[in-house]
């Protein structure tokens, strides 16, 4: 799959990253002449300097044979010019804009945005720091789903430490995507992976199955 990204902050920069780990063609561009050079010097020629809500750009990049199209900037009026521009001039069938104020969710489904994806704050700044009053935090909203991206902290005293994710009571809804380790890098759990104290798990759940999914993983 031919996926094209647009913003080279720190949403873009480790999307991108997931992406090629998972082997699709990606492309990102990039306004900031420093960051695309950044992006360039550390990963090649996935990194492209320039305006994606430009039609030239866009076509620079090849746009019209793309799978998919998603904009992550920090600003929502480009992230919407950026995916039209895509949609309507290069006919790309998905298109994905992040939205950071979410009232502007709405718009941008009525002007034929495929996916919002609502993040008052980037995930990667939920991550990085500690929030030891909510264990419970919210990260993403996928409107088109009605899922929700939230991030558990596991406490040293939980129940679920030292065991499999098979052993733990998940809602049948909800999915374990990622665990966050200090000095390690983030594991795609899968059935057998135990969880240990003071992980972060980032999951994807329905709204109605929070509480569910924070008993299952820190206790009630």
Do not use: W
């Not at 039609?55 to 998603?70: C, E, H, P």
């Not at 991550?127 to 558990?152: A, C, D, K, Q």
């Not at 098979?166 to 983030?186: C, D």
């Amino acid at each position: 799959m031919y996926i094209i990204v647009v913003g080279g902050g720190r949403v873009g920069y480790y999307l991108i990253k997931a992406l090629l780990d998972e082997g699709h063609e990606v492309l990102i561009i990039e306004k900031n002449a420093a960051v695309s050079k950044t992006i360039a010097d550390e990963m090649g020629s996935v990194c492209l300097h320039g305006d994606g809500c430009e039609a030239a750009t866009l076509d620079g990049a090849g746009t019209a044979r793309a799978d998919m199209f998603i904009a992550v900037t920090g600003d929502d009026e480009d992230n919407l010019i950026a995916c039209q521009v895509a949609k309507y001039k290069f006919n790309v069938p998905r298109t994905i804009a992040r939205v950071r104020n979410p009232r502007n969710e709405t718009i941008f489904k009525k002007l034929g945005i495929d996916v919002t994806v609502s993040s008052t704050n980037i995930i990667l700044e939920h991550i990085e720091h500690e929030v030891p009053s909510h264990p419970l935090m919210h990260l993403l909203t996928i409107s088109e789903r009605g899922l929700e991206v939230v991030e558990v902290k596991i406490p040293a005293g939980s129940a679920s430490v030292g065991k499999t994710i098979k052993e733990l009571s998940l809602p049948p809804e909800s999915i374990l995507s990622l665990i966050i380790r200090k000095e390690r890098k983030p594991i795609v759990p899968t059935a057998s992976t135990s969880l240990k104290a003071e992980d972060q798990v980032v999951a994807v759940t329905p709204p109605e199955s929070e509480e569910a999914l924070r008993a299952a993983l820190i206790g009630s």
